[in-house]
Structure formats: C-alpha cells, structure tokens
C-alpha cells in the first residue's frame, strides 16, 4: 500500500519545480530499461533532497546506493561549485546509466560514482562527510548507518530513505527479511542516545538523522 494517497502525491509533484527535461529523460530511461524502476526517488524526493544539500550548505556529500543517477543529480544541484558527491552500487549496469547522464548534466566534475559491495568501498572513504544519503539493499541499513556515523561532520545529516516501507513496518505479520531489517534499523536510531532523528512521510518514508 502507498504511504502517501495517490492523489496527494499527484498534487505534491504538481506544486514543486519541475525537473529539468534531463531527468525527465532519465526517469524514463529508467522506468524503460532498468528492473525495478521504483528504486528511483523521483520528482518530489528529488527535490527535497536537492533542498536538504542547499540548505545545511553541505559540500561532502556521500550515497549509498547510485541506481540510476536520479538521486546524485538532484543533489548535485544543491551543491557550492567545489562541492563533491561520491556515490555508490554494486551493480555495474546502474553506474553506467549514472555515468552518462552525469556527464550530460554539467556536474560530472561534482559526482564520482563508486562500484562494488558500499561496505567495502566505505572502509576507503576519509569524513567528515556534510550529508549522506542511504537508499540501498534494506538488510544492511544497520550496518551501513553504524560505518557512516563516524564519518559524519559535526552539523552533518544522515537521510535514510523507505523507512516506511510502503506501511509494511506496521503489517506485524510481515516478516520478510527486508521489512524486518527496516523495523530494526527504525528501532536502533531512535533508541540510540548519540544522535537525534524524525521519520517523515514522504514519499515512502524519510529519516533524518543528526548528531546530538
């Protein structure tokens, strides 16, 4: 089920900026040529994500989970001109879509794009890191929240995507591997006494994360 009504969400999209025609182009690439096409945060998330890199003035920017570009290109667009995103995917085929409408975008000296297990790739990146962006495999959100929080700046924001999960974290009768490792990761960062967080509606559920 969605979290937010349909036409609530229609209505959203239809009362903020549009995307330029190069994500327009790359949405449909996306839903045309790639499996499981609703990863992409799409319009709405795009553009709060380019807001939320505009207005904490971050200019290190660190994302799990490139898919197709759409969500390093919004963020791209809220960054300082010597700001940086590294962006990463295990999956070949996802970096390549990214690499090219990167290069397409005017920010493809803003965003390095890192393939292989994001695990490994984040034991060789250095913090501090302004804002990090996670929106990949659900059964390592734990895992990835504990390697990025001491990499974290001081004022820095963790934003942790599909934390609602299409309202399957109050199904008490999902136990799927994926909702499970949601409902966990929900648990630990509210219970976790270093940091302060607030779970939001959008989309499919939004968690910003900020040190205490």
């Not at 799990?64 to 570009?69: E, K, R």
């Not at 804002?131 to 990949?136: I, M, P, Q, R, T």
């Amino acid at each position: 089920m969605p979290v937010v009504d349909p036409a609530i969400e229609a209505y959203t999209e239809a009362h903020s900026t549009p995307p330029p025609p190069l994500l327009v182009e790359l949405a449909e690439e996306t839903s045309r040529s790639l499996p499981s096409p609703g990863m992409m945060v799409g319009h709405v998330e795009g553009r709060f994500l380019e807001l939320l890199v505009f207005a904490t003035g971050a200019r290190r920017v660190l994302e799990i989970g490139t898919f197709s570009g759409y969500s390093a290109l919004s963020m791209a667009a809220g960054l300082p001109p010597d700001g940086r995103i590294v962006t990463c995917d295990i999956e070949p085929r996802h970096a390549e879509v990214a690499r090219r409408f990167a290069d397409r975008s005017g920010y493809a000296d803003r965003i390095e794009i890192r393939v292989g297990p994001a695990l490994d790739t984040l034991e060789t990146l250095d913090g501090p890191f302004d804002l990090v962006f996670v929106d990949a495999d659900k059964v390592n959100y734990t895992s990835y929240y504990e390697a990025v929080l001491p990499k974290l700046a001081e004022r820095g924001l963790i934003v942790v995507d599909n934390t609602l999960w299409s309202g399957r974290v109050l199904e008490e009768a999902d136990d799927s591997e994926d909702t499970v490792a949601i409902r966990a990761f929900n648990d630990r960062v509210r219970a976790d006494p270093r940091v302060v967080c607030v779970q939001l509606p959008v989309r499919d559920g939004v968690t910003l994360v900020a040190r205490r």
